[in-house]
T-cell receptor, first 115, second 115 residues
Framework: DAGITQSPRYKITETGRQVTLMCHQT?????MFWYRQDLGHGLRLIYY???????DKGEVPDGYVVSRSKTENFPLTLESATRSQTSVYFC??????????????FGQGTRLTVV | AQKITQTQPGMFVQEKEAVTLDCTYDTSDQSYGLFWYKQPSSGEMIFLIYQGSYDEQNATEGRYSLNFQKARKSANLVISASQLGDSAMYFCAMGANQAGTALIFGKGTTLSVSS
């Protein structure tokens, strides 16, 4: 199916464990993003990528690692999960920067609970 | 630094009435885009409308219009003839028209439509 998909949709993990959230898009969009959504904070940018092998930090990158070896995949890893990382995580992609093409297309979200 | 402010945590409206959701922004960029997204209770992010900073006319998409006042740095979303299905969280977002940037989001406004 065309689009952007995240997996898993729901995840419960223990404090200190490493967990990876997957994101895959079929449009060959250059730009991909990871946001976290928390009550009272809206969506905050964790990391983004302008192309394969190019990544950059967003507003809240601490505790997260990303990679982008292929254009279509942009996994997000929590190296040692903490309770403060309990959140809903959204992956998004866009065709380019500039104008209406900056519109971000979102995955369904991953609800992560760290216990 | 760019910033989006949505000052209304919650709004209530009756069916068939119009409602305005406020959004103000701050940026030093001359060229940028403004977006509105809808997030229903199911969680997905749905793109609604886009306005470019150089667009002279306000954007419209069906029942959605964007009241863009550049001098005031506001980009309010107007929903005409509200429907029960409009009940959702609404996010205002901004993106600079330059490579390597990501959308930044406000904290959102919850709209409740009653019959």
């Amino acid at each position: 199916d065309a689009g952007i998909t995240q997996s898993p949709r729901y995840k419960i993990t223990e404090t200190g464990r490493q967990v990876t959230l997957m994101c895959h898009q079929t449009w060959s969009h250059s730009y991909m993003f990871w946001y976290r959504q928390d009550l009272g904070h809206g969506l905050r940018l964790i990391y983004y990528s302008a192309a394969a092998d190019i990544t950059d930090k967003g507003e809240v990158p601490d505790g997260y690692v990303v990679s982008r070896s292929k254009t279509e995949n942009f996994p997000l890893t929590l190296e040692s999960a903490t309770r403060s990382q309990t959140s809903v995580y959204f992956c998004a992609s866009s065709e380019s920067s500039g104008g209406a093409n900056t519109e971000a297309f979102f995955g369904q979200g991953t609800r992560l609970t760290v216990v | 630094a760019q910033k989006i402010t949505q000052t209304q945590p919650g709004m209530f409206v009756q069916e068939k009435e119009a409602v305005t959701l406020d959004c103000t922004y701050d940026t030093s960029d001359q060229s940028y885009g403004l977006f509105w997204y809808k997030q229903p209770s199911s969680g997905e992010m749905i793109f609604l409308i886009y306005q470019g900073s150089y667009d002279e006319q306000n954007a419209t998409e069906g029942r959605y219009s964007l009241n863009f006042q550049k001098a005031r740095k506001s980009a309010n979303l107007v929903i005409s003839a509200s429907q029960l299905g409009d009940s959702a969280m609404y996010f205002c977002a901004m993106g600079a028209n330059q490579a390597g940037t990501a959308l930044i989001f406000g904290k959102g406004t919850t709209l409740s439509v009653s019959s």
